[in-house]
């Protein structure tokens, strides 16, 4: 009976082992079809001579000698170990195989993204530009007083889709910037009343044109220095006051204010309160309110226009700046967004700071702003540097209307050969396309600035450019411009940062 045992085994070992050989040899052929071993890969055989020389030993032990059961349970188990790693090296190939084609998946989902985010910027850029002709034509349309009243009608649609279009490229490409991390944030010190002042400038025209009243008390610390990226919080301030203005109907009434918390007697968070008489949200949707693409119904987009990412941009920059964002709201009542930043002052600034750092009334106390006066314009003279002359010819007749007198440069080289012909003070601020022939908006920036003239130093030099890339803003800011202007442009934004940049101009003079 034990004998009859030991053969089984020595033979069930060798049957064992012909499978063995067998797993092996698809094992190398599966290999040497990834075609990753070049000449070596002979090396793959030879486990396989091995076992065969095995099973030719396991066959004669079991025909021609006279095994006992320690000799049978050797080569049994022989060949169940052999069996086992066989299986243990199948799956960590089948392992790695899986890692290298994920990995493979992963750089192709890469690559494909990389080339979708640079062709949504290309196409970005490039759509821009015709809406940059649509929303100018449509503006210095509008300004027409003998217009039929149909016409009229039709050129507002006209614009109020083209601006909706607007938004929702300009919030894609943000959002397309933010999620792939492409926001660098400047640390710099900045005047915080100056800032204010240009947010008032653009918010208080918004409300405005759409017959709102608008009113600010900011806090004694607001008119002080701080560090940190100036542009990226004037566009969280500016989303939240869009958003504000965009979901309340005359009459109603959009707040700004700026407040602070202390810490061991210093400003230590700074507070951008945003309130409205609006319509309100629901307070099932309050909490999703700042995720990208929510609305709290549908219809509000044909209604009041928008993507919903207006929100979510802000949020994302403030994150960014290691702040928060809270929303208060009532449906029906208005809404409350307050933006709360990490803020010390850097410098003492223009007025110290109150021992509660309360509001003042209308600021007129501190001397942040407040709501801003109109700008005059007339009588300035503006150098236009575009090599499109449709875009040079909207920004040209866009001046006019305020009184503005233009002249126009084909590329950055020309514009400055103008500079350098021009009497001193001729020109009193310079509008400046980035992307140009010959001779770039940044190259002409930074030859102008270095110029041997008073003017040059001082002159404000804007960009106006489809660009709107953290790399684009920092090469203007590097190249000596005062503000950066994504096209397609709005007529008041575009008054506003003239008229703050040619004032500022002028009192350094």
């Known amino acids: 009976m034990i004998q009859w045992i030991v053969y089984a085994m020595i033979y069930l070992g060798s049957a064992l082992m012909v499978v063995n050989i067998c797993g092996f040899v698809r094992f190398a052929r599966y290999i040497r079809g990834m075609k990753s071993w070049g000449r070596g890969n002979g090396i793959l055989y030879l486990p396989i001579v091995l076992l065969v020389c095995f099973l030719l030993g396991y066959l004669m032990v079991g025909f021609f000698g006279k095994p006992d059961i320690v000799i049978a349970g050797i080569l049994s188990g022989g060949s169940v170990f052999v069996f086992v790693m066989y299986r243990l090296l199948s799956g960590i190939i089948q392992r790695v195989i899986e890692s290298e084609h994920l990995e493979a998946e992963l750089l192709a989902a890469e690559e494909s993204n990389r080339v979708k985010s640079s062709f949504l910027a290309s196409i970005g850029h490039e759509m821009r530009t015709p809406m940059n002709i649509i929303l100018g034509m449509d503006t210095l349309a509008l300004r027409n007083p003998d217009l039929p009243a149909e016409t009229r009608q039709q050129l507002e649609k006209i614009g109020q889709s083209a601006r909706h279009l607007n938004r929702l490229i300009t919030g894609m490409l943000d959002m397309r910037q933010i999620e792939r991390g492409e926001m660098t944030l400047n640390s710099e010190v900045f005047s915080l009343k100056e800032a204010l002042e240009q947010i008032n400038d653009i918010a208080s025209a918004a409300c405005a044109e759409k017959g709102l009243e608008y009113r600010t008390a900011f806090a004694q610390c607001a008119a002080r220095e701080y560090t940190g990226d100036v542009l990226y919080l004037k ?66 987009t044909s209604r009041f226009g928008g993507s919903g990412m207006g929100l979510a941009v802000a949020n994302s920059i403030v994150k960014r700046m290691n702040g928060r964002i809270e929303a208060e709201s009532r449906k029906g009542e208005g809404s409350t967004f307050t933006i709360i930043l990490p803020m010390t002052p850097t410098g003492p600034g223009e007025r110290a700071c109150d021992g509660n750092c309360e509001c003042c009334a209308g600021c007129g106390g501190c001397g942040c702003g407040g709501a801003a006066n109109p700008i005059g314009l007339a009588g300035r003279r503006v150098l236009v540097a575009d090599d499109m002359s449709e875009n040079a010819e909207i920004v040209s007749d866009l001046l006019e209307l305020e009184g503005v007198e233009s002249e126009c440069a084909g590329n950055g080289e020309i514009a400055v050969a103008m500079m350098e012909r021009s009497e001193e003070n001729h020109y009193d601020a310079i509008l400046m396309d980035l992307r140009m022939p010959v001779m770039d908006g940044i190259e002409a920036a930074r030859r102008i600035r270095a110029l041997n003239r008073a003017d040059a130093r001082r002159i404000p030099i804007i960009a106006l450019s489809a660009n709107d890339a953290d790399a684009d803003i920092q090469h203007s800011m590097e190249a000596g411009m005062n503000a950066h202007l994504v096209k397609p442009v709005d007529a008041d934004k575009l008054y506003a940062e003239l008229g703050y940049w040619i004032n500022k101009s002028k009192r350094e003079e």
């Open 235 to 300: 566009q969280a301030v500016l989303c939240l006051l869009e958003n504000a203005v965009k979901f309340t109907d005359a009459p109603g009434t959009v707040r700004f204010s700026v407040a602070c918390s202390k810490a061991q007697g210093v400003c230590s968070e700074i507070r951008f309160i945003v309130s409205d008489t609006g319509i309100g949200i629901d307070a099932a949707v309050l909490p999703k309110i700042l995720e990208p693409f929510v609305q709290e119904d549908a219809s509000y």
